[in-house]
T-cell receptor, first 113, second 111 residues
Framework: ETGVTQTPRHLVMGMTNKKSLKCEQH?????MYWYKQSAKKPLELMFV???????ENNSVPSRFSPECPNSSHLFLHLHTLQPEDSALYLC????????????FGPGTRLTVL | AQSVTQLDSQVPVFEEAPVELRCNYS??????LFWYVQYPNQGLQLLLK??????LVKGINGFEAEFKKSETSFHLTKPSAHMSDAAEYFC?????????FGAGTTVTVRA
């Protein structure tokens, strides 16, 4: 399998649930990114990992917890979310320091009830 | 920090008519620019990129863009729109270790 994969593709959860989103890249990149895309809003960069080290956290609430165990895998752990967190969550990977071209996964459509 | 501005939030176009999506960037020493397309409920797909060299860049699906340093612009064009071009388009500029994206332009195609 090639490219950037995300699982699950769709997720419905209650406000008290705990779930995790998974992202995997098979491109040999050294950086991975989480974005939030809400309806009628611009893309929001949430987290950036470079060489498995978090280099950016854009004032994201603590109910979102990222984890990058190695350069190929990225997780977003979710707990006690709010309905306004419903959105498309996109993962991307790329090479930092080389133009920063990014390759995106298909996204996880999250609905918080 | 570098940034981009997409000048149109929506662009309606008739099938087989030309389409142009406008993007301006903030000036800097080295500029690396990208156009991505997003179809409904999918991730972003790279259409084309300008890194260096020829200022006219050709991409997938018949799209092209021209880098104009004097105008700080990187407009995306296609001579003849198809129904399958209906999507959201994002302009982006390289910025330190990440990309800065514009707000997006929604293209609708009418028969």
């Amino acid at each position: 399998e090639t490219g950037v994969t995300q699982t699950p593709r769709h997720l419905v959860m209650g406000m008290t649930n705990k779930k995790s989103l998974k992202c995997e890249q098979h491109l040999g990149h050294n950086a991975m990114y989480w974005y939030k895309q809400s309806a009628k809003k611009p893309l929001e960069l949430m987290f950036v990992y470079s060489l498995e080290e978090r280099v950016e956290n854009n004032s994201v609430p603590s109910r979102f917890s990222p984890e990058c165990p190695n350069s190929s895998h990225l997780f977003l752990h979710l707990h006690t979310l709010q309905p306004e967190d419903s959105a498309l969550y996109l993962c991307a990977s790329g090479w930092t320091g080389r133009y920063n071209e990014q390759f995106f996964g298909p996204g996880t459509r999250l609905t918080v009830l | 920090a570098q940034s981009v501005t997409q000048l149109d939030s929506q662009v309606p176009v008739f099938e087989e008519a030309p389409v142009e999506l406008r993007c301006n960037y903030s000036s800097s020493v080295s500029v690396y620019l990208f156009w991505y397309v997003q179809y409904p409920n999918q991730g972003l797909q790279l259409l084309l990129k300008y890194l260096s060299g020829s200022t006219l860049v050709k991409g997938i699906n018949g799209f092209e863009a021209e880098f104009k340093k004097s105008e700080t612009s990187f407009h995306l064009t296609k001579p003849s729109a198809h129904m399958s071009d209906a999507a959201e388009y994002f302009c982006a500029v390289s910025n330190d270790y990440k990309l800065s994206f514009g707000a997006g332009t929604t293209v609708t195609v009418r028969a």
